[in-house]
Structure formats: C-alpha cells, structure tokens
C-alpha cells in the first residue's frame, strides 16, 4: 500500500475510509512496480451504495489513458452484456484487481500490448481491493475473468468449469467468476463470439438473480 501510514491501513481494512479518500491515497502507491510504466492509476467508479461490483483483471490502454476502468472497447461490450443482463451500470461499482496497466512495446513500438499481472503485482494492491469492498459492501462480486476470479475466490478456480456460480471468496463476500469482455473481443468467430457474449450475458443474469 506504498507508504500509507498505519491508521489509512485499518481505515481501508474497516471500511471507514471514503472512496475518494482510498482513491487519493492510491494516486501515489508504489508498492510494485507497475506505476513506473503507467500513466496513472486507475481507481473504481460507482457508488458506496452499489450492490454489485464488478472486478476485472487491471486497466488496459484506454483506461490508463483515461483514468477510468472499463472505457474501452471491452468496456463497451461489458455495457451491452450488462443491458442485455437487465443491469443498469450506473448502479454498479466497476474496478480491477491490480489498479496500474502492465504493458510491453509491440515491435512495431505503435501499440502497448497488453501483459498478465502476476502474483506480487496482484499482492501489492490487494489492500485497495479490500478497502472498495469494505467501503461499499457490494452483496456480490462478479470476477471479470480467470485472474480476478483466482484473485479472489481461490487460485484453483476454473473459469471453464464454474462459471455462473456463486462462492464463498477471500475478502468474505460471495463472488461469481465469468469471462472478461476482452475475450469475448479476441474469438476467432463470429459464432465464437456470439456464444461467449451468450455466456457472458448468462453469468451477468445469475447475478441479477442472486440479488434478488
């Protein structure tokens, strides 16, 4: 949690420190090194009151240039997924796992692709995670895809195999792994496409559902 002095720890833990108070104080972590390469951090969005959260994996190139989760291309999809779901984002709190975009140069050194965050990086922002959660106390968190939902719910989490199903997490509220947008995005196929989008709309209703 960088240098957070001890008393901004517990608040986070506790859940007494405000969303914008975990966000200012995340502005300058340097607990990995990730925020060296990214152009900012990129904290949650929604309400103290949301009953759903949605966690993905980290920001990608839109979002560390915007400074907001979810505002790309997977982001947009993650919408239509939502609307078709019968969820209205806005009553969502969207954030990610790890808050900096981990990236390498394409060779063509014209595009930022994309590197899996790995289990320090996914360590060091784990207390911001913790302080989200313990501020808003979503009923449920839906995994967006297999490193938030491993992060969360347990390494040996398949997102293949128990998609849609709501378990018990590490942080003590109840959580539902599905696939994240961006796969969705990358299917070979339209037919491909078409049915992971299916599945993804699915597990979206199966959290609706549990809400109640």
């Not at 995994?143 to 390494?155: E, K, R, S, V």
């Not at 398949?158 to 590490?170: D, F, M």
């Amino acid at each position: 949690m960088g240098e957070l002095p001890e008393e901004m720890r517990e608040a986070a833990r506790d859940g007494e420190a405000g969303l914008d108070e975990l966000r200012a104080a995340a502005s300058g972590c340097t607990a990995c090194d990730l925020y060296h390469h990214a152009t900012q951090m990129v904290f949650g969005a929604g309400g103290e009151d949301a009953r759903l959260m949605l966690a993905g994996e980290q920001p990608g190139d839109r979002e560390d240039i915007a400074g907001e989760p979810f505002v790309g291309p997977a982001g947009r999809l993650l919408d239509e997924a939502l609307d078709a779901a019968g969820i209205d984002r806005k009553l969502v709190y969207v954030t990610n796992v790890v808050k900096h975009f981990k990236w390498r140069r394409a060779p063509s050194g014209k595009r930022r692709i994309h590197q899996k965050p790995d289990r320090v990086e996914i360590g060091a922002c784990r207390p911001w995670l913790e302080g989200e959660i313990a501020r808003v106390r979503p009923e449920l968190v839906v995994c967006l895809g297999a490193t938030a939902a491993q992060a969360l719910i347990g390494p040996g989490f398949r997102v293949t195999r128990e998609h849609g199903q709501v378990r018990s997490s590490a942080l003590g509220v109840p959580a539902l792994g599905t696939i994240h947008p961006s796969a969705v995005l990358r299917a070979r196929s339209s037919e491909d496409r078409d049915a992971m989008f299916g599945q993804l709309v699915g597990d979206c209703r199966a959290a609706r559902s549990h809400l109640g």
